[in-house]
């Protein structure tokens, strides 16, 4: 049998879904903190295209998103020898967990979760298994490597309580302390990033129009445009953050401002209160193109070679299934599957 492996103290692990048109929203919301946080934990990343087909994808279309988000994270900052950086399905033992998860967790836990009954919509009834069952192989993706930590984002706080329930009650089955209860990992200053034509609805990958997103790959000349032709409201912007109350659209921009210049909203204010969107909007696209034009052409540069792109993730792959096989045949020993405990 394999030694046990230590338990983590310090460990991070997040999924990423492979969409194509990663957008300002994802950077600040989620890929910018990953970035930081490799300084402080292991950390291992996955873009999960096993939960990708929940819904339908075409299978081209899937490998090319897989590579636009992987490219996408190493030109925001993700070291692919600081971290671990695959994609879900090269790892067996992700699929493997998450049919003993399956086994765990009940109808009742799951019929909670929000994510299926949005996802699902009307029509529950042609929603495959797999939409259902998604959590239990989010479960699984955190706990094959027994990660301490996850950052998420508040859409996924539910998720994430669900693989502690999972933990716990595996661990209780079988009287033993073998699974971490993870914890949320919550930035300040993750944002929240909205349309650039509707300041009440997130900025999305799916709105029609291009001009309410910053997309990652846009280069200097449209991102410029984009933020001129943000809609705003014909009022000065006020000296604290009190005022920004029900101008959706200016405290998404100033949002968006002090998350780039990596300030705050009252800093923000202090500089630019009393003024219009006149003087404001330009110092913004000076910002923002300063700060994502670079990762444009980086991620550009990196697509131009899908072949390093497939290297780095199938070492990523290598690397995260060194971790997690021993741990899998160790839940496979605690099951009771016969064979297991004596790989
Ligand atoms: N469900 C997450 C999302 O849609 C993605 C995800 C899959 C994930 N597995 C994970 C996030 C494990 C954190 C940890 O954003």
């Avoid at 669900?162 to 933990?167: E, F, G, P, S, V």
């Avoid at 089955?173 to 993750?190: K, M, R, T």
């Avoid at 309410?212 to 200097?220: E, K």
């Amino acid at each position: 049998m394999t030694s046990i492996p230590p338990m983590p103290e310090n460990r991070i692990f997040s999924g990423i879904q492979p969409t194509g048109n990663l957008h300002l929203g994802n950077y600040l919301g989620a890929i910018r903190n990953w970035v930081t946080l490799q300084d402080n934990f292991e950390s291992i990343y996955c873009v999960v295209d096993l939960h990708a087909i929940t819904v339908p994808q075409d299978p081209k279309a899937l490998r090319q998103s897989t590579r636009e988000v992987a490219a996408s994270l190493l030109a925001a900052g993700i070291s692919p020898e600081r971290s671990i950086l695959f994609n879900q399905s090269c790892v067996p033992q992700h699929s493997q967990l998450a049919w003993v998860f399956n086994c765990i967790a009940r109808l009742g836990w799951l019929n909670r979760m929000t994510q299926f009954k949005e996802k699902a919509g009307k029509n529950r009834e042609n929603a495959t298994v797999g939409l259902y069952s998604y959590p239990t192989l989010m479960a699984a993706d955190i706990l094959a490597y027994r990660a301490t930590h996850v950052p998420v984002g508040e859409d996924q706080k539910q998720h994430l309580e669900l693989t502690r329930d999972i933990a716990q009650s595996f661990n209780m089955a079988f009287d033993v302390p073998f699974f971490p209860l993870p914890e949320p990992q919550i930035f300040g200053s993750a944002t929240r990033v909205m349309s650039l034509r509707d300041g009440n609805s997130k900025m999305s990958k799916s709105d029609a129009s291009d001009n309410s997103r910053i997309n990652l790959t846009d280069d200097a000349d449209l991102i410029a445009q984009k933020i001129r032709k943000a809609k705003t409201d014909p009022d000065a912007l006020p000296s604290e953050a009190a005022g920004l109350a029900g101008r959706g659209e200016a405290q998404n921009l100033v949002g968006i401002y002090a998350a780039l210049a990596d300030s705050d909203v009252d800093a923000v204010l202090s500089e630019f209160g009393g003024r219009g969107f006149g003087d404001f909007k330009p110092a913004l696209a000076d910002l923002a193109v300063s700060r994502l034009a670079p990762m444009g052409a980086r991620m550009r540069a990196l697509l131009a070679n899908p072949g390093d792109i497939d290297a780095i993730l199938a070492d990523g792959a290598a690397r995260a299934e060194a971790i997690a096989a021993p741990i899998i045949d160790q839940v496979n020993d605690i099951v009771g599957f016969l064979g297991a405990g004596n790989r």
